[in-house]
């Protein structure tokens, strides 16, 4: 369903179906950015949240660094960006919501409601009772859902399943509404149901208000300042003056080997770039500047640039985009985003779903970077990542522990940008190595990066607990681990120590009920240890008291869950009864307490 506004950061507006992903009731708007914001009311956002973190595998308060959220209030307007959204409290197995948008125009407003999750009303009616203390619902109740469901907009859509999951077609006979849309149903439509609404077969379009607006201009202006920010306005303005072009599926753009007469902007739709020479295959995405060099330098295109569905495009003339080029004095610019940009493309952390405007802004930030061959990165807390561009690096541990070797599009600092912490591991060249420095800023405001970023984290992390790749014992104590507060750094020591004998003992085969005894002292002393650290915190008004406080009640509820487990009759004693424990090393000591130790240290500085 159309609506026709455009609003410049918004690609497009969706509503989900319980029925199809089971999270209805919220609206989301996808911005250039890859940054969702997320709108929904508190009662569907309280679910919508946790089952979105738990998808993610992520802590629910850490799913608002990858969702924009914003409120919504239950039967009121909310205004979003110019469209209003009124939802409505739908009875439902769920308790979900139904949503009215409408908008200003030439009438006065244009509405258009989604109504995905209803009750027929025939239901609802078997449940009115006028007695308290009955379980059911009052005439009232029953009275104000229908008027509800029969609200006045020029457009409704109704899911017509039937019964408690979805409504009834002939529920709405008698709806006033200027087009009512039956949908979300498996059966045929009755003639009773076609004399109440249209159909929705796959693909159909209703336009509620037509948009005489071109935004592909507006989007070629924002791709335009995201390449050249140093160009005057009215220089871009003059690139604008040309025409666009739209391209039929699989049609050829430029072709490889041909000296380009024009440049293409892609505006909307995919490029596919070919050198099949040399087994290349790239994807290009709206914001991408093709034929670019060729154009420039006056060679021959590298490769062949092909629709892979309808793609419209800014076509610039070569003579025009020279003109621009040099009265700019941008030759230099262009050269080294063009370079910054295909090595970004080519690596792990920023080769996928980063679209060109981002690709550019990275760019821009990137400064240049050269280390000695020996020479060791200083362990200053930073807010940038490392990249490598060329040569190699050594991740390790107490000098002589080498975890990890770091290679061309590898990177480091993770943790420094995520959590504001040193890293454990020191960083060496073992060659001159040339590195790419990024700021973390620019990075944490890109949810798949910060993703990566965070799935990074992890896994080297887990290495840091892997025994075998250093011949140290499971719990083998590091100087590294230190958080600079001593009698905290002496109690993770203690632990340590009670952990390794408990692994000892389990290697050696004795007796269960000895293994559960050790096991029990451990948890003890490692609530104890969390007792004495939170009141630390509490005296020093650590700013992040209440999250670490949370962490370790959730820490101590997966120890004793693993402490029962392992007590009953068919569980073997094994080291996995020590899962829980190597998971409060990641979560509390290597990054936690260590954001603890920072800031008591800068305090006492």
């Known amino acids: 369903m159309a609506l026709g ?23 989301t708007l996808m911005r250039a950015d890859h940054r969702i914001k997320y709108y929904a009311t508190p009662l569907v956002r309280a679910s919508v949240s946790k089952k979105l973190s738990a998808l993610m595998s992520i802590e629910e308060k850490n799913l608002f660094d990858y969702f924009e959220v914003h409120d919504l209030d239950f039967d009121t307007w909310n205004d979003i960006n110019g469209l209003e959204v009124r939802p409505i409290f739908s009875p439902h197995p769920v308790e979900t919501s139904i949503f009215i948008f409408r908008t ?3 009438d006065g407003y244009r509405a258009y409601a989604h109504f ?6 025939n239901v609802l009616t078997g449940m009115i009772t006028e007695d308290d203390s009955e379980i059911g619902i009052s005439q009232e109740y029953f009275d104000r859902v229908k008027k509800d469901y029969l609200t006045k907009v020029h457009i409704k859509k109704l899911d017509v399943g039937g019964g408690m999951i979805h409504g009834d077609a002939e529920d709405f006979k008698d709806d006033p509404s200027e087009t009512i849309i039956l949908s979300h149903t498996s059966s045929p439509l009755t003639n009773k149901q076609k004399e109440i609404g249209s159909g929705a077969p796959f693909g159909m379009v209703d336009i509620l208000i037509p948009t005489s607006q ?34 039929n599926p699989e049609s050829i753009l430029l072709k490889g080997g041909v000296i380009n007469e024009k440049v293409f902007l892609i505006l909307t739709g995919n490029v596919e770039f070919i050198q099949s020479d040399l087994g290349v295959h790239n994807i290009l995405s709206a914001g991408a500047l093709i034929g670019e060099m060729s154009g420039l330098y006056r060679v021959p295109s590298m490769g062949t640039y092909r629709a892979t569905n309808f793609v419209q495009a800014l076509r610039l003339p070569r003579t025009l985009y020279f003109k621009f080029v040099k009265q700019n004095r941008l030759y230099a610019d262009i050269r080294r985003l063009q370079d910054n940009r295909e090595f970004l493309q080519k690596t792990w952390l920023f080769g996928e779903v980063v679209s060109y405007p981002i690709q550019n802004k990275l760019a821009q930030a990137m400064r240049f970077r050269c280390y000695a061959s020996g020479q060791t990165f200083p362990q200053d807390i930073h807010s940038s990542i490392f990249l490598v561009k060329r040569g190699k690096l050594q991740r390790y541990m107490d000098d002589e522990d080498v975890f990890e070797m770091l290679t061309t599009g590898h990177f480091f600092g993770e943790e420094c940008v995520l959590f504001g912490t040193t890293s454990l591991f020191q960083v ?36 840091v607990l892997k025994p075998e790749l250093s011949g140290m014992p499971p719990f083998y104590w590091r100087d590294e681990y ?28 004795e007796k269960k009920s000895d293994i559960a005894y050790g096991l029990k002292v451990l948890i003890r002393s490692i609530e104890s240890h969390l007792d004495k650290e939170e009141a630390l915190m509490k005296t020093h008004n650590f700013t992040e008291y209440e999250n670490h406080r949370q962490k370790h009640d959730d820490i101590i509820k997966e120890m004793s869950e693993s402490y029962e487990e392992f007590k009953k009759e068919d569980s073997e004693p094994s080291k996995t009864a020590l899962g829980f424990f190597k998971k409060w090393i990641m979560v509390d000591i290597l990054t936690e307490d260590r954001k603890f130790g920072h800031f008591l240290n800068r305090k006492d500085e």
Not at 496 to 508: D, G, P, T, V, Y
Request: glycine share 4%; aromatic share 12%; with cysteine.
């Open 214 to 247: 071109n935004y592909l201009h507006l989007y070629a202006l924002e791709f335009l300042k995201s390449y050249f920010p140093s160009a005057p306005i009215h220089q871009l303005r003059i690139l604008l003056n040309n025409p666009l072009d739209t391209f």
């Open 482 to 509: 230190n958080v600079n507060i001593p009698d905290i750094d002496e109690q993770h020591q203690e632990i340590f120590e009670r952990a390794n004998s408990l692994c000892k003992s389990i290697e050696s085969g």
């Open 104 to 106: 200003l125009w030439e």
């Open 428 to 463: 060496r060249a073992v060659e001159p190595t040339e590195v790419y420095e990024i700021p973390g800023d620019v990075l944490l405001d890109i949810p798949v990066i910060r993703w990566k970023l965070f799935e990074t984290f992890q896994r080297r992390m887990k290495l």
């Open 5 to 27: 506004i455009g609003v410049n950061e918004i690609e497009g507006i969706f509503h989900t179906h319980a029925h199809d992903d089971h999270f209805a009731g919220f609206t």
């Open 116 to 121: 995905a999750d209803i009750v027929a009303l």
